[in-house]
């Protein structure tokens, strides 16, 4: 049997060092890139969550100081011309004007289908508050067929309680959420405090809870 001699043996011994030396920086640097790959990820993910959170207050409030624009002293002959203004100032899909009594007013200026006429059956009318502006979860517009979310405000006007409310549309928010970039297969949507998913690019999706709806849900794909 051949011997090794000792300068093969200190070759054999450093080459061994090497291997495992690269070895080691090696799996290190595997670590090391896949934590920064994560945290890059996490990085953009937050900073587009923070983004489109932006952009969505902002929407909201312009919509809520729009509302809130009606004159407690409208001249009685002037409602329906302010409804109007207010309307195309917040590119609303409608603004109601909704009397104690059940009666209402409209900027659109349509006769509310009957069984459904009766502003005081609404969510918004029932939740209105004079301190804070209401938002109802997304329902579909009975006169316009579509996918709108009602806000709402109570007021006192002439020393009577009334409330005024408008049709937002949520088409907006949807394509906005179909062109912000997630890494990966990864999904963005909005959802209310108590988890109810309020928009989201597949709208079989929306005013479905959060709890509901599992990783492998078929709802879960971005398809529109």
């Known amino acids: 049997m051949k011997k090794i001699t000792l300068k093969a043996r200190l070759v054999l011994a450093a080459s061994v060092a090497v291997f495992i030396g690269a070895g080691a920086v090696g799996t290190t640097g595997y670590f090391s890139s896949k934590n920064r790959i994560e945290n890059d990820t996490l990085s953009r993910i937050e900073s587009t969550a923070n983004s489109y959170n932006k952009s969505l207050t902002d929407w909201l409030s312009a919509k809520s100081d729009t509302l809130n624009s009606m004159p407690a002293n409208t001249p009685l002959m002037m409602i329906r011309s302010t409804l109007k203004i207010i309307k195309n100032a917040g590119n609303f899909e409608n603004v109601f004007f909704a009397y104690p009594d059940g009666q209402q007013k ?114 879960l794909s971005n398809k529109q």
């Open 106 to 219: 409209n900027a659109n200026d349509v006769d509310l289908p009957a069984g459904n006429n009766d502003p005081r059956e609404w969510g918004w009318y029932k939740n209105a508050s004079m301190d804070d502006i209401f938002m109802d979860n997304p329902t579909i517009a009975a006169v316009t067929g579509h996918r709108v979310v009602s806000i709402s405000r109570a007021m006192n006007f002439y020393n009577t309680y009334m409330v005024i409310g408008a049709d937002v549309k949520i088409d907006i928010l949807i394509s906005n959420l179909a062109q912000t970039l997630i890494p990966g297969d990864g999904k963005i949507l909005v959802a209310s405090n108590d988890g109810t998913i309020f928009a989201d690019i597949n709208t079989d999706l929306i005013n479905k809870k959060l709890k509901d709806i599992s990783l492998d849900n078929k709802y």
